[in-house]
């Protein structure tokens, strides 16, 4: 491909077609029909938890899983809708309607397109932990709260969208519970809880369905129970994959720009959240096989998928880590187990839909609730708060952002909280020191020698970055002191230097110049001294002041102490 000359995109896909083999394809074929029917009711019940329905959630999985496992930078990546999405696009439809998801899913696309060009795929991999794990378990919290009203059959027509005022209806409609959808709900969180003691290749969430299912016909049809909702008591499936159409791009704003700036804030949201999901997704999956991913390639892929599954009337897709993790347990081997699970997908939408509609709504509640209590990560938020308190602080703020307000303001906050803390420890692990009259060299850890300080000079020591914190701590150190006519920076363990300590740096040495006193840096790094040199900085010192080692340092210092003693006589 002429595009991978000039950006880091190389599928997987094309490249395990180069090396196929019969035994490969038998390993997909398997492993992708099992993950098929693994997708199933995860792909129905996270379009419907997501405000739109069960058709939207099966395309999105049958069209990005296709696009994510031929254009995706993994081997065994397996795509489509998430729980993690479920709030976002939840809140997109309420506000904006489909066309305004569809947009913002667009748009999200070609943020992650150009991400993965711009090979920023290395960065989202560092994105702090605390507001991962915070910003996923108030997902959760977010998403069993959306399910109570089916879980438990309350029958409330128009649930309230914000946290405390839909448990304030809940708990108001509390003797309305249906009995016979709530023991519905339950027992198929038990089933889903279950299974996995006696099978690990059959899924809990697809017996619990096929289960219930059954349970409501027999007891519709035999003991004339009706009060238990069904998919087709609540939504029409299509006999045929739908068409192609255009996203309304002007909605209610009246133009394409004002739509776009409307939407950007939750497009980027979506970008990011999609991103880190798949690219932690492709790590889990790279420990367990032993391979490598692409992550800008990743990126790419999931790019194309969401800016694609829109005009089909899909939903924001991304990574999904059980689905992937299915494959890899049940030998997926290449992206081809990715293509046949959303073949298996598309049979269930063209040939199934009959079906589809008998399965009851508490039990796709129920699989919700599941798909909440794993993602809520309580065992290590548990951890955390044992180990780390910023790193609690960081999680609880992310996490009850995204429960009370949005996950926007959740990430933005708890980025903010971040960097800050680690500011403050890169802050109090750097150290600045001053020394006169002597100085004591190491090498490689050891105390080696004692090296005298010529007359009229002190050394300043700077160790760790200088930064804009560190930078403002030296500038207070030099006010405070009574200046000698010489002054050494000792910078050989300043690994980079930001604008912030340039430009103290600069007037640091401004107004030593003014006062006859004379700056010499030395062990600057290479890199360092890079930025020096564009500052001005070097040319400001004097290149005859900017010396290799400390002992060339020294020895420049004794030349101007000599030249000072001079002046005195």
Request: glycine residues 10%; charged residues 15%; aromatic residues 8%.
């Amino acid at each position: 491909m002429k595009a991978t000359k000039f950006m880091d995109f190389h599928p997987k896909f094309f490249e395990a077609m180069k090396h196929y083999s019969r035994e490969k394809f038998s390993a997909d074929i398997m492993a992708g029909v099992i993950v098929g029917i693994v997708a199933i009711p995860l792909a129905i019940a996270f379009g419907i938890a997501s405000g739109v329905g069960p058709t939207e959630g099966l395309v999105t999985a049958i069209m990005a899983g296709f696009l994510i496992s031929v254009f995706g930078g993994s081997k065994v990546q397996i795509g489509g809708p998430t729980g993690a999405f479920i709030v976002i696009v939840y809140g997109v439809v309420q506000q904006y309607g489909l066309s305004g998801l569809a947009i913002a899913t667009i748009m999200a696309g070609i943020i992650l397109v150009i991400m993965g060009v711009c090979r920023l795929g290395s960065v989202i991999k560092f994105m702090p932990y605390p507001i991962i794990i915070g910003f996923t378990g108030g997902i959760a919290i977010t998403i069993f709260s959306t399910q109570v009203n089916d879980l438990l059959g309350l029958g409330i027509s128009d649930v309230p969208a914000n946290f405390v005022d839909k448990w304030v209806c809940y708990f108001d409609n509390m003797g309305n519970i249906d009995w016979w959808s709530a023991a519905m709900g339950i027992l198929s969180i038990l089933i889903i809880a279950l299974t996995p003691k006696f099978s690990k290749k059959i899924p809990g969430s697809l017996l619990a369905i096929i289960i219930m299912t059954v349970a409501a016909w027999l007891l519709h049809d035999y003991a004339g129970v009706t009060s238990i909702k069904t998919i087709g008591d609540l939504y029409e499936l299509p006999s045929g994959f739908p068409e192609f159409r255009l996203p309304d791009i002007s909605m209610e704003t009246g133009s394409f720009f004002a739509t776009v700036q409307a939407l950007a804030p939750v497009a980027f949201t979506i970008a990011m959240l999609g991103a880190i999901e798949s690219l932690l997704s492709a790590m889990v999956a790279d420990g367990v096989i032993g391979d490598q991913h692409n992550s800008n390639t990743e990126l790419i892929g999931q790019g194309i998928a969401n800016i694609v599954v829109p005009f089909f009337g899909g939903i924001p897709a991304t990574g999904a880590i059980a689905r992937t993790m299915a494959n890899i347990n049940n030998g997926g081997k290449t992206p081809v187990a990715g293509v046949v699970h959303t073949i298996v997908l598309l049979a269930v939408l063209l040939c199934l839909g009959s079906l589809v509609e008998l399965i009851p709504m508490p039990c796709l509640a129920g699989v919700l609730v599941m798909v909440a209590y794993n993602m809520s990560g309580w065992r290590t938020i548990l951890s955390m708060y044992r180990s780390s308190m910023a790193g609690t602080g960081v999680l609880f703020v992310t996490l009850l952002l995204t429960v009370f307000f949005d996950l926007t303001l959740a990430i933005e906050v708890g980025l903010v909280m971040a960097v800050v803390i680690v500011m403050k420890r890169v802050m109090e692990s750097a150290n600045i020191s001053v020394m006169r009259d002597q100085l004591d060299v190491h090498h490689d850890g050891e105390h080696d020698e004692t090296i005298a300080i010529p007359k009229h000079t002190e050394v300043f020591e700077i160790e760790g970055p200088f930064f804009f914190g560190v930078a403002n701590k030296f500038d207070e150190l030099m006010r405070n002191r009574d200046a000698m006519p010489i002054r050494v920076l000792r910078m050989r363990k300043v690994s980079f230097i930001d604008s912030t300590g340039l430009h103290n740096l600069e007037i640091f040495i401004h107004s030593s110049h003014k006062e006859g006193r004379t700056i010499i840096l030395s062990g600057v790094h290479q890199n360092v001294e890079k930025a020096l040199r564009k500052a001005g900085i070097v040319k400001l010192v004097g290149k005859e002041n900017v010396c290799a080692d400390i002992h060339v340092a020294l020895d420049r210092a004794q030349e101007l102490s000599d030249a000072v003693e001079q002046k005195k006589r």
